[in-house]
């Protein structure tokens, strides 16, 4: 399959790189238990993604609304 491709044929587009400014990464540290950590990670390895890539996708889907939190929505319903 690599025979197929010819990489040293390929050029380069003209123009600048067009990035945007919200796809941008910036690196932090944060200290989880270990425990979650391996959890993350046994799951990202069975989705085949890079676990980091997997917790930015959680924080990512929980800011924007898609991921809620059951038990805060459990709290706020009457009895």
Do not use: W
Request: hydrophobic share 35%; net charge positive.
């Amino acid at each position: 399959m690599k025979d197929d491709y010819k990489l040293k044929d390929l050029k380069r587009r003209a123009g600048k790189v067009k990035v945007e400014p919200e796809a941008n990464k910036m690196p932090i540290s944060i200290r989880f238990d270990t425990s979650d950590l391996s959890l993350i990670r046994d799951e990202a390895d069975r989705l085949g993604i890079p676990y980091q890539t997997l917790i930015s996708s959680i924080i990512h889907r929980f800011v924007t609304g898609e991921l809620v939190d059951k038990k805060a929505i459990s709290l706020n319903r009457p009895s």
